[in-house]
């Protein structure tokens, strides 16, 4: 895999070089909830606008159906770009029309544009492989050079990142080589012992991970929503808690190898409960209940990890060497469910062990929860990539970075 400083010591000035990032951040309105994801990025592009690159970079937001849609526009995501740059960066209307064409005509050397959504365009995103190909020419013909550093998008068989670097000379960007160097620490040569916490709403979108990590990992802290498929896969009384009855086989499946492995598996021990769902618009006091694990009223549903679960996992995760943190211990948005994810963002900082954040919920919850990310070993931008790294899948956008 060539690395943008290998590119960059070739030489780079004047040449058109493409970007694909991922800016695929939070917004309400046009306004960023998270820059986290664009902040990720400009390493990259600094060093290539330094360099006297003209640097487009282009991504998706969100899930637009293939077609033109505002509510999914980067222009914020651009105006950002260009804020945390201190330098005006120009912004394309389309993706590969007249504007697109344009405004990378127009770049001058060391200047920066950023592509409209990519996923405006159904090709980007298109199962069959001529449709997928089609658009990345038009994509190849905007630039001279392709450079990864989207990785939050690598696990995707998508255009601009599978199909583009097929028909471009191409390099990894630092962000991409940082989480590959750190995805490297939790699957080779790790130390021990080796943590995880797992956390989320659906079990059934860890459970491949969590396969894998059954012989990998000494132990498993389970929390989130997922949490209650576990305990009724103990025979718990769950309440109206989250649940996916389907996954409870699997579910004691996984709880039996664990103990035949040797792998310490880690479930609450008290919940926070109450018998509707927080308001997370106005934030109004939920008054919630605290309750055991193996206790939850049948018309309750749980919400977060409780206090002895809290000082539980802290206890866990700080006695590590190496630990990875995937998914929220509850509903972190709302003040009165924090408490469970702030422990275990704490018990992070406080171990002396690498800690990593796998990204997506877990990394947005770092920062609305006000922690200072540097303070952790490695704040992924990818929670799917980072979990299907984890699993032991070939990422279709890494693999199309090897020569």
């Known amino acids: 895999m060539k690395t943008i400083d290998e590119l960059l010591a070739e030489g780079v000035g004047g040449k058109r070089i493409f970007v694909r990032a991922d800016l695929n951040v939070p917004l309400d309105g046009a306004t960023i909830t998270d820059d986290g994801r664009i902040r990720a990025v400009l390493p990259t592009v600094k060093a290539l606008a330094e360099a006297g ?3 487009v970079v282009a991504s998706h937001l969100g899930r637009p159906k293939g077609a033109p849609d505002p509510a999914f526009s980067l222009a914020s995501a651009a105006a950002r770009l260009g804020e945390l ?3 005006e960066v120009a912004f394309a209307t389309d993706t590969v029309g007249e504007s697109a064409k344009s405004t990378v005509g127009g770049l001058a050397d060391g200047q920066v544009a950023v592509l409209e959504n990519l996923r405006f365009n159904a090709g980007e995103t298109s199962k069959d492989d001529a449709e997928r190909g089609a658009f990345a020419d038009q994509l190849a013909a905007l630039a001279d050079v392709y450079v990864s550093d989207g990785f939050g998008a690598v696990h995707r068989k998508h255009a601009s990142v599978f199909d583009l670097p097929a028909r471009l000379p191409h390099a990894a960007g630092y962000l991409i080589a940082t989480e590959v160097a750190v995805l490297k620490k939790l699957t080779e040569d790790v130390k021990r012992p080796y943590v995880v916490a797992l956390g989320g709403s659906k079990v059934s979108d860890k459970l491949a991970v969590i396969d894998q990590l059954l012989g990998k990992a000494d132990r498993l802290l389970i929390g ?4 209650f498929t576990f305990l009724k896969a103990k025979g718990y009384e769950v309440g109206t808690s989250l649940l996916q009855e389907d996954q409870i086989p699997v579910v004691q499946e996984y709880i039996e190898r664990a103990e035949k492995n040797g792998v310490e598996l880690v479930l609450p021990v008290d919940v926070l409960t109450s018998t509707e769902f927080p ?17 939850i009223p049948a018309d309750q549903l749980g919400l977060d990890i409780g206090p002895r679960t809290r000082t539980l996992y802290a206890s866990k995760l700080t006695e590590a060497a190496t630990v990875f943190w995937n998914g929220p211990m509850g509903v972190f948005e709302h003040p009165d469910y924090a408490e469970g994810t702030k422990a275990v963002a704490q018990a992070l900082l406080d171990s002396p062990g690498f800690t990593v954040v796998g990204g997506g919920d877990s990394a947005a919850a770092v920062r609305i929860l006000g922690f200072d990310e540097n303070a952790f070993g490695h704040i992924s931008t990818g929670g799917g990539a980072s979990l299907e790294y984890l699993e032991g899948k070939t990422l279709p956008g890494l693999a199309a970075l090897e020569d």
Request: hydrophobic share 50%; aromatic share 0%; charged share 20%.
């Open 53 to 55: 690159a003209r640097v």
């Open 85 to 87: 740059l201190g330098a």
């Open 224 to 227: 989130g929503g997922m949490m």
């Open 279 to 295: 308001d997370l618009k106005t934030k109004a006091p939920a008054n919630p209940n605290t309750v055991a694990a193996d206790a």
